[in-house]
């Protein structure tokens, strides 16, 4: 292991033979070297944890060294060994990345509090990095580039890795369910995610399906029968629609909850169990807790982690880039040769407010492709209600309309891009070739930095 690795760095040879010894004594893996030149060549193949280094040698110092090494790995740390114990030289040594400075003769003891101080450093700081490419990397299908998006996404790394209750809002078809798969599949927890509907069950089967029942527990139950909880310890178990679970079941989610017990009908003792739990509702729980129908400690108790999803009228920039992922999966789906759509045919997807949320343009999509004829989307194969929108939501024109959207996403994909088109136009999912027409379509000097 890296942990376990030192790399000592001093001309003296019967000097760094006998702190090797020692240090081989307390169980670390230990390399040596004569001079700067040998220790940058050592440490690309054996990748020590510290390297403790000599202040003075010749043709390169150690502070000198420190330099070089953290240009190759700054997650290496240094001691600095020196016999001129004065200030300036620990000072030195630290502005260049040492992580402390040990005086000769040295004290083995105090040097072996230093290493593992050291070692623990480098510890965290590896953790730190891994922690953030994990989330960086988290798993997910929502789609956009909005600033909503942005932030909500941004929560949902800070959350995935926890063990904390979610409660997701929003309006029907805003894509709750993509949430819950980002949270869970970014967990890290190995179990199942089980999904429970409470408004789709009726409310005397509902304790049974999720917290199953003993053989015998009632007429009928001839079989034991595992409850939802249980099939999703360690994992997660999504309740959707957690409005409408029946008052007289939520005080046994409650003690689920507190206890991280379940008591399956027709049994004797609870029983522990370890799911993650995620609600999500489009219906406005206040007034539920007002009328006597919710529990407020319950409500308090789920909503820890709350996640409020934009309506899609509140992200228009995402919609031309929803539109043609659609159109991509649809067209891939049924065989088609479809490559998006007319100009003025996305100029009216992106002006529509659409009270269904994503459902509702994820269908639309699905009917023009699979009525489509031609590469392009055209007007005539979009429903009525798209075309026929009041005025005022056109009032400029609907060119005018998306091409503001368009120049938007484009301004903001080449900034976030660099400049770089190649960049912007993945971002954008568009071929650089079409970012490039639309440049000069809309006038773009020069991207913007």
Do not use: W
Request: aromatic share 6%; proline share 4%.
């Amino acid at each position: 292991m890296t942990e376990g690795k030192i790399l000592i760095v001093d001309d003296e040879k019967m000097q760094r033979e006998t702190l090797a010894k020692l240090l081989k004594m307390e169980n670390y893996t230990v390399r040596t070297a004569a001079n700067g030149t040998e220790a940058l060549n050592i440490i690309d193949q054996f990748m020590p944890a510290v390297v403790i280094t000599d202040f003075r040698m010749p043709e390169m110092s150690g502070v000198e060294l420190i330099e070089a090494v953290k240009k190759k790995n700054p997650l290496i740390e240094a001691i600095v060994v020196t016999a001129y114990g004065n200030i300036d030289i620990a000072v030195d040594a630290m502005k260049k990345g040492a992580y402390d400075f040990i005086t000769k003769p040295i004290d083995f003891e105090h040097l072996s509090v230093l290493i593992k101080k050291a070692s623990e450093k480098r510890t965290i700081a590896v953790e730190n990095i891994q922690l953030k490419e994990q989330l960086s990397s988290i798993k997910h299908k929502i789609i956009g580039q909005s600033d909503a998006i942005k932030e909500l996404l941004s929560v949902v790394k800070r959350v995935a890795a926890t063990d904390a209750p979610v409660m997701i809002t929003g309006e029907s078809g805003t894509g709750k369910e993509l949430i819950v798969d980002a949270l869970h599949n970014s967990s890290g927890r190995k179990g199942n995610l089980i999904k429970i509907n409470a408004a789709a069950i009726p409310p005397e089967l509902l304790e049974s399906e999720l917290f199953g029942y003993e053989k015998g527990a009632f007429t009928g139950a001839e079989n034991k029968r595992i409850g939802k909880f249980d099939l999703a310890s360690g994992g997660t178990i999504f309740l959707d629609e957690i409005g409408d679970m029946p008052y007289n079941l939520q005080s046994k989610l409650l003690r689920v909850l507190q206890e991280n017990m379940v008591m399956p009908i027709g049994a004797s003792m609870e029983h522990p169990i370890d799911a993650r739990i995620i609600v999500a509702t489009n219906q406005n729980l206040d007034e539920k807790i007002k009328s006597g129908e919710f529990r407020s400690d319950l409500y308090y108790r789920l909503s820890v982690i709350k996640i409020d999803i934009p309506p899609l009228r509140e992200r228009k920039e995402d919609i031309p880039i929803l539109a043609e992922e659609f159109c991509k999966e649809f067209a891939n789906r049924y065989n088609k040769n479809i490559k998006g759509f007319t100009s003025e045919a996305l100029q009216i997807l992106a002006s529509y407010n659409y009270p269904g949320n994503i459902r509702e343009l994820k269908n639309y999509v699905e009917r023009a492709v699979i009525l489509s004829h031609s590469a392009l989307i055209d007007v005539s194969l979009l429903p009525s209600e798209l075309k026929n929108q009041p005025d005022e939501l056109v009032e400029d024109g609907l060119e005018a309309t998306v091409a503001a959207i368009e120049k938007k996403l484009i301004k903001k994909a080449l900034k976030e891009a660099g400049g770089v088109q190649t960049r912007a136009a993945k971002k954008l999912k568009i071929s650089e070739r079409t970012l490039r027409y639309k440049l000069a379509k809309y006038g773009f000097k020069q991207p913007d930095k």
